[in-house]
């Protein structure tokens, strides 16, 4: 095989390779999105019965997820946030760009998890299953499986208690 022939391989070999690459991509993509999308539809769901204007009250509008390696201009995360507004304090669930391997997290912003935590909600896929991720400094996460009870616990912090 002369050097022409093997640069035609060698640029055979990469296209495929980035159209494999694409291709894994965008299934994960579409199945990322999907998943959000469902989680939403549950916490929606969770929240229904305990709906009340100027309480609390569950709206969704379209996001598109970026960071620092995928800068909003060029973000092909196309999907949704979620905010929960109890007591007057918003609860934003927003998307954080797709993670290796398909892995999907949202920032949960407006609960805090000490001075310096975080709070996020994790889906490993192939797992459906979600978890509530707390990060405090350099200590592991603590991390509890996400349910109706778990979420309506952490939105119960941010009710007023009256002082007696």
Same mark, same amino acid.
């Given at each position: 095989?002369?050097?022409?022939?093997?640069?035609?391989?060698?640029? @055979?070999?990469?296209?495929?390779?980035?159209?494999?690459?694409?291709?894994?991509?965008?299934?994960? /993509? $579409?199945?990322?999105?999907? =998943?959000?999308?469902?989680?939403? !539809?549950?916490?929606?769901?969770?929240?229904? &019965?305990?709906? #009340?204007?100027?309480?609390?009250?569950?709206?969704?509008?379209?996001?598109?997820? +970026?960071?620092?390696?995928?800068?909003?201009?060029?973000?092909?995360?196309?999907?949704?946030?979620? #905010?929960?507004?109890?007591?007057?304090?918003?609860?934003?669930?927003?998307?954080?760009?797709?993670? $290796?391997?398909?892995?999907?997290?949202?920032?949960?912003?407006?609960?805090?998890?000490? =001075?310096?935590?975080?709070?996020?909600?994790?889906?490993? &896929?192939?797992?459906?299953?979600?978890?509530? @991720?707390?990060?405090?400094?350099?200590? !592991?996460? !603590? #991390?509890? +499986?996400?349910?109706?009870?778990?979420?309506?616990?952490?939105?119960? /912090?941010?009710?007023?208690?009256? =002082?007696?």
């Amino acid at each position: 095989m002369d050097n022409v022939q093997q640069l035609g391989e060698m640029l @055979r070999h990469y296209a495929e390779s980035e159209a494999h690459k694409k291709q894994l991509f965008e299934s994960q /993509s $579409a199945v990322w999105a999907t =998943r959000i999308g469902e989680l939403f !539809d549950q916490i929606q769901h969770w929240l229904e &019965p305990v709906q #009340t204007p100027n309480l609390l009250e569950v709206s969704r509008e379209v996001y598109v997820a +970026s960071g620092p390696s995928v800068p909003v201009e060029a973000s092909t995360f196309k999907t949704e946030k979620l #905010t929960v507004v109890i007591a007057g304090k918003p609860v934003e669930f927003v998307p954080d760009v797709m993670g $290796a391997g398909g892995q999907i997290s949202l920032a949960v912003m407006g609960l805090t998890a000490a =001075r310096y935590g975080s709070i996020s909600l994790v889906c490993l &896929p192939p797992s459906a299953n979600w978890q509530w @991720r707390k990060t405090n400094g350099l200590k !592991d996460p !603590d #991390t509890f +499986s996400l349910d109706a009870n778990f979420l309506a616990q952490q939105l119960q /912090s941010l009710i007023p208690r009256e =002082r007696g």
